[in-house]
């Protein structure tokens, strides 16, 4: 794998990458990760609707277990029906860190089927998967793993973008493609300079992930 999912150190911190993902996906999040006794839940997402108030909510399970490499099973996490109407959900929603088996599998599938209850379960290759698909989420993985990130990006310029830039500017990172299916590269770019090359990019409709790096000095 290319993506070292030892680099999160505990399961609060998988929660809390697992919440950042899926927002850059698009969900958005009512009910956040937390410190402490969850009352059988881990993140409440949500699919946005055009015609209802409330989107289509899923119940998210997070299990991190990269640190030991076991798979989960049957009976480290299930699918609990009524834990759906507690908290007002529509389907579950599982991300290990690791591998599952094929009891577990088995098992959320045969109650989803009885209940009518729709399922999606994102292992460390699916989660890879996703996280090497776009630009977009390059600030994910330089947040929380500093070490694949290193291994992953190019730079492809220095921290001056332009003659204007001053000590006192904003620095932003900005990831692209280098070609079709080619790796990620990014370039540094001030305040002075980057919203000019984002209206590039949107007219071009290439995809892209920024991130502040470096705050601005003005008062």
Not at 139 to 144: A, G, N, W
Not at 162 to 175: E, R, S, V
Request: glycine residues 8%.
């Amino acid at each position: 794998m290319v993506i070292d999912f030892q680099e999160i150190s505990d399961s609060h911190a998988f929660e809390n990458f697992c919440m950042h993902l899926l927002q850059e996906m698009g969900l958005s999040i009512p009910v956040p990760p937390a410190i402490g006794p969850d009352s059988g839940r881990d993140i409440v997402c949500e699919e946005p609707s055009k015609f209802a108030q409330k989107g289509y909510r899923w119940l998210v399970s997070c299990k991190h277990f990269a640190g030991s490499a076991s798979s989960v099973g049957v009976n480290t996490d299930w699918a609990k029906p009524h834990k759906l109407i507690e908290h007002g959900c529509n389907g579950f929603m599982f991300f290990f860190s690791s591998a599952y088996t094929e009891g577990f599998r088995a098992s959320v599938e045969s109650i989803c089927n009885r209940t009518g209850s729709p399922y999606k379960i994102f292992n460390k290759f699916d989660i890879e998967q996703i996280l090497l698909s776009s630009p977009r989420y390059y600030p994910i993985i330089r947040q929380y793993f500093p070490i694949s990130y290193e291994r992953l990006v190019t730079r492809i310029n220095g921290d001056q973008c332009c003659n204007f830039l001053t000590p006192m500017d904003a620095l932003y990172a900005i990831y692209v493609r280098s070609e079709p299916f080619g790796g990620i590269v990014y370039s540094v770019m001030g305040e002075c300079c980057v919203e000019g090359y984002l209206d590039y990019l949107d007219s071009n409709g290439i995809e892209y992930g920024m991130v502040q790096i470096r705050a601005s000095s003005y008062v």
